[in-house]
């Protein structure tokens, strides 16, 4: 063996024994500080863990962009319509005086929301963008009583790593972590651009989350849950968007 | 390993890092380009600014059917629906495209790679050397046998050009379609124009990106197909050159 093959062996052990350890550590501090998404495994899900663990340590504490109200959009998209079924209808035909946002899980004391007790709650209102992972988008002034208020309501347990919410739709439901749940952007929505949501936006009540795509702003919501284990909800990818094939983050 | 492999190593028209981050890079381009089209059918309609959807008149559309019913393309049909694992697989492409990236830009920077093997020298960038260059190409010569082991100067200024203008712009208005990374980095945003702006910059640049890929197989075609992947994949340029 000459020595250049020698020498470029020793390099290559060294390398690799370097890479090997370091993805030992990186592994483990990635855990600590969680870094890894519920829906890491699978032939994604290391390009899925980079995205998530990247973002998460770049946009911890950033802000959505706010714009100023002549950039809101004269056309917003709904993407759908109301619920159809008739348990959604009763509730809209009583103008939603029965509609419940209920809270449990980890938290101190579990508690039901009426809208007006939500909006006795101080008021946020922004004006931010709302894009959807098919490439369209608008702008609206989204109003409502920011998630982190609530939460603050019913006591969360120091444990808790995720809140996760359910529509009045049984397939859609997804969950966020503790940094966008606490984020003083994410929103339990009520109005928009000055009135009411409405029913096609969501209304009476959707999660806004402006620091992800459109899909993690699941409309109707009637249910949120704290937790520190996403493997009992759904399918364990904290979210029914990677059943249906999506990421579970979408901060991208 | 015997000593015969070392002149081979040696006298490499390509160096190792060189050949092995090429071959990422094509699969991630493809990987790329593929679930690109799949993500893009699902709204074929570009805007300019922060927001534009299906209710907004497009800066233009793209006269295709889409994969989403909620797009007025005037198509009756809607094609299938692939946008989930294409999301997944564009971005996982995308980090390793951009890692494979930095390692061959501090391996290029470095080893004298780009010095050496891309940025023209001075005789190369005169007028005359230029339009020599320009003549050959519009009369279809084929390179001589030393063009095997340099690249002439179109061939530098134009891989120049895809490394450090179309790379870095197709990843940068990548990421300012991100929310997050609009939270950020709101400079980076509104430098482009807003985000539709940005995504419509993304679609344009993809597509020199693209044009630069059939520009670059059809040269290898022309040049000689066999002999040029055998120095992208081996390393040895040609047989009666070998050890010069």
């Known amino acids: 063996m000459s020595n250049f093959s020698r020498r470029k062996l020793i390099a290559t052990g060294l390398a690799a024994t370097a890479g090997a350890s370091g993805m030992a550590v990186a592994h483990r501090l990635a855990r600590r500080y969680g870094l890894i998404p519920p829906d890491h495994g699978g032939i994604y899900g290391a390009g899925e863990t980079l995205t998530y663990a990247a973002q998460r340590i770049l946009t911890r504490h950033s802000l959505a962009r706010e714009f100023p109200p002549s950039q809101i959009s004269k056309t917003p998209f709904p993407n759908g319509e109301a619920p159809k079924d008739e348990a959604f209808k009763r509730l809209q035909a009583g103008g939603f005086a029965d509609w419940r946002l209920a809270v449990d899980g980890m938290v101190a004391r579990p508690a039901s929301f009426s809208l007006a007790e939500l909006k006795s709650y101080a008021s946020r209102s922004q004006i931010t963008h709302l894009a959807c992972e098919e490439g369209w988008s608008f702008i609206a002034e989204w109003t409502g009583v920011p998630l982190s208020r609530v939460l603050d309501a019913v006591g969360i347990l120091p444990q808790a790593r995720y809140v996760v919410y359910f529509s009045i739709q049984p397939d859609w439901w997804d969950s966020v972590d503790m940094a966008d749940a606490l984020h003083p952007q994410t929103m339990v929505t009520y109005g928009m651009n000055g009135g009411e949501l409405p029913a096609g936006h969501g209304g009476p009540l959707r999660l806004r989350v402006p620091r992800q795509l459109g899909y993690k702003n699941v409309k109707y919501i009637t249910r949120l849950t704290v937790t520190d284990n996403l493997s009992r909800f759904g399918k364990g990818f904290g979210s029914a968007s990677p059943e249906a094939g999506y990421a579970w983050y979408a901060g991208i | ?244």
């Open chain 2, 1 to 244: 390993m015997g000593d015969s492999a070392f002149p081979a190593t040696v006298n490499a028209r390509h160096s190792a890092l060189v050949r092995v981050t090429h071959w990422i890079t094509t699969l991630c381009f493809i990987a790329l380009l593929v679930t690109g089209v799949e993500i893009l059918i699902s709204h074929p309609r570009f805007y300019w600014g922060e927001a534009g959807n299906a209710l907004t008149p497009p800066l233009f559309k793209l006269p295709i059917p889409a994969s989403r019913s909620s797009v007025p393309t005037g198509y009756g049909y809607v094609l299938p629906d692939q946008n989930g694992w294409s999301r997944y697989l564009h971005f996982q492409s995308a980090w390793a495209a951009v890692l494979t990236g930095l390692l061959y830009l501090i391996f290029g920077l470095f080893s004298g790679h780009f010095r050496k093997n891309l940025l023209p020298g001075q005789a190369g960038l005169s007028w005359r050397a230029f339009s020599t260059e320009i003549a050959n190409h519009l009369r279809f010569r084929r390179p001589s046998e030393a063009e095997a082991w340099s690249y002439n100067v179109l061939q530098r200024l134009t891989y120049l050009f895809v490394i450090f203008v179309l790379f870095p712009l197709v990843i940068w208005t990548g990421l300012a379609m991100s929310p997050a990374i609009a939270a950020v980095f709101p400079a980076a945003v509104a430098v482009l124009g807003g985000q539709q702006s940005a995504r419509t910059m993304h679609f344009f640049v993809s597509i020199f990106l693209l044009l630069f890929l059939a520009v670059h197989v059809v040269m290898i075609c022309v040049a000689g197909f066999r002999k040029r992947m055998r120095a992208m994949i081996t390393g040895r340029a040609g047989t009666h050159m070998e050890g010069t």
